[in-house]
């Protein structure tokens, strides 16, 4: 079994890496985690994770940058192969995102990527724990108790046309989607690779997951 | 909600933690990644690591530091202290810092800071700021770990730094930096007041009191000490527990 960890020169990549590796290195089927730029090693991955950090057109272009890439995601995507998008790597997954313009995405999760709207007292970036309230039953989530706390750093904000797409929500200013999904498609505005516990039972759920 | 944060800051100089950190069980009390495991285990929010390394030569060291933290703590990491380049920030993200926090660079180069938050995002772009009182409500940025003055004004400082990009402002009173008296309540209320990102309140803290009133009357989002935790004065449970019994939202 292996994860492809996609690289398209966003942000901190290797702070991601290093958490899958050490939930794979404890799950029964010791997946190998490869953090990759080809998309051939993406028709041969089992999981597919697409992190992300930075601006919205800034990833979209970072991946349409690597000939074949964005072929290769919807492809694998279609195939059914477990997909994890990551803060901007969960946006992208959106029809449209609006930081910097209107710009296309990936278009899995029908919705709008908008800004956060900054309030008296909100603070933009909303940055740092915040606790994560399910919406819907879903294997990956299943560890997420009441109250369980994720790490978040985001400006902007994904709202799926679906309420039923969205799958957790945590409250910055009133819900903001905290997981969104269809079918073997699933997308976290926190970072896992950063919430500690919490955060790497959640990856060890995403290497287990059968959609 | 959203959390208030409680951030224990190592120096590091050549790999190694300088300050005496006193935990009882630790192995090798010089190590930052041992001390960082600790506090990963206490619940802190994020940790936080300040480079003192004089030598240019020696900060791969740190890249070695980074890289091993991050191996064993997830939780996030802000590494600061030389960050020069775009190509010293790239490097201590590979390493795998989620943070760079840029301070006499920047007053060096305004321009610096904003491009770094077209490369890698305001998220992962924190300015630090030194500030020493210069009169009533007046406060004076300091570089090269607080010995040079500037002449300029920290919160324009801190309005302009935003404006370039920076997605966090860690303000650290150098009048207050080490006395145990408590933060700048003043200092930090007016960044705090000027600013729309968030800001980490430092330097002074002496009682689990002080981080209460950084947060409540001083206005910060996340509260950084040092030596109350690294000497075991209190642990970073204590701190959280306290701050919750006063109403400061806290994550347990």
């Known amino acids: 079994m292996s994860v492809a960890i996609v690289d398209y020169g966003s942000g901190n990549l290797r702070s991601a890496a290093k958490a899958f590796e050490r939930a794979a290195a404890d799950a029964p089927r010791r997946p190998r985690v490869a953090v990759t730029a080809d998309p051939a090693e993406l028709a041969r991955a089992d999981r597919i994770v697409l992190p992300g950090v930075g601006a919205f057109v800034d990833c979209m272009t970072g991946l349409a940058r690597l000939p074949g890439m964005v072929e290769a995601l919807h492809e694998r995507v279609r195939a059914g192969v477990p997909l994890l998008g990551i803060?901007?790597?969960?946006?992208?997954?959106?029809?449209?995102?609006?930081?910097?313009?209107?710009?296309?995405?990936?278009?899995?999760?029908?919705?709008?990527?908008?800004?956060?709207?900054?309030?008296?007292?909100?603070?933009?970036?909303?940055?740092?724990?915040?606790?994560?309230?399910r919406r819907a039953d879903h294997p990956v989530l299943a560890g997420l108790e009441a109250g369980a706390h994720a790490y978040f750093v985001h400006s902007y904000k994904m709202v799926p046309d679906?309420?039923?797409?969205?799958?957790?929500?945590?409250?910055?200013?009133?819900?903001?989607?905290?997981?969104?999904?269809?079918?073997?498609?699933?997308?976290t505005q926190f970072h896992p690779e950063k919430s500690q516990r919490n955060g790497l039972a959640l990856i060890s759920r995403f290497l287990e997951w059968r959609p | 909600m959203l959390k208030a944060r409680v951030i224990p800051c190592l120096d590091v100089k050549d790999g190694r933690t300088v300050k005496g950190v006193n935990f009882v069980?630790?192995?090798?009390?010089?190590?930052?990644?041992?001390?960082?495991?600790?506090?990963?285990?206490?619940?802190?929010?994020?940790?936080?690591?300040?480079?003192?390394?004089?030598?240019?030569?020696?900060?791969?060291?740190?890249?070695?530091?980074?890289?091993?933290?991050?191996?064993?703590?997830?939780?996030?990491?802000?590494?600061?202290?030389?960050?020069?380049?775009?190509?010293?920030?790239?490097?201590?993200?590979?390493?795998?810092?989620?943070?760079?926090?840029?301070?006499?660079?920047?007053?060096?180069?305004?321009?610096?800071?904003a491009e770094a938050a077209r490369k890698f995002g305001s998220q992962c772009i924190v300015v630090a700021i030194d500030a020493k009182a210069a009169g009533p409500g007046r406060f004076e940025i300091f570089t090269h770990g607080g010995r040079r003055g500037t002449g300029i004004d920290a919160v324009a400082w801190a309005r302009r730094m935003t404006g370039n990009g920076a997605g966090e402002i860690l303000l650290t009173s150098m009048d207050r930096d080490g006395t145990g008296e408590g933060f700048d309540i003043d200092l930090t209320r007016r960044i705090a007041d000027?600013?729309?990102?968030?800001?980490?309140?430092?330097?002074?803290?002496?009682?689990?009191?002080?981080?209460?009133?950084?947060?409540?009357?001083?206005?910060?989002?996340?509260?950084?000490?040092?030596?109350?935790?690294?000497?075991?004065?209190?642990?970073?449970?204590?701190?959280?527990?306290?701050?919750?019994?006063?109403?400061?939202?806290?994550?347990?």
């Open chain 1, 87 to 133: 803060c901007v790597g969960m946006q992208l997954m959106a029809t449209v995102g609006e930081e910097h313009g209107i710009h296309d995405g990936l278009g899995w999760v029908p919705g709008r990527v908008v800004p956060l709207a900054p309030g008296e007292d909100l603070r933009i970036p909303h940055m740092g724990w915040n606790e994560i309230e």
């Open chain 1, 162 to 187: 679906r309420p039923g797409d969205v799958l957790a929500v945590t409250d910055y200013g009133g819900p903001v989607a905290a997981a969104v999904g269809r079918g073997n498609v699933l997308g």
């Open chain 2, 25 to 113: 069980d630790l192995v090798d009390a010089g190590d930052p990644v041992e001390q960082a495991r600790i506090y990963d285990g206490q619940g802190a929010d994020e940790l936080c690591f300040l480079d003192i390394t004089a030598s240019h030569e020696n900060r791969d060291t740190l890249f070695g530091v980074v890289n091993r933290t991050a191996e064993q703590c997830f939780m996030p990491l802000t590494v600061g202290g030389g960050v020069r380049t775009v190509d010293d920030i790239r490097k201590l993200l590979i390493a795998g810092a989620d943070k760079v926090s840029i301070n006499t660079a920047a007053v060096h180069r305004p321009d610096f800071v």
């Open chain 2, 194 to 252: 000027a600013v729309p990102v968030p800001v980490i309140a430092s330097g002074g803290v002496g009682t689990l009191d002080h981080l209460v009133a950084g947060v409540r009357e001083g206005g910060a989002t996340g509260v950084l000490a040092a030596s109350i935790f690294h000497f075991g004065t209190h642990t970073i449970a204590e701190a959280k527990a306290h701050m919750a019994e006063a109403g400061v939202p806290v994550r347990p």
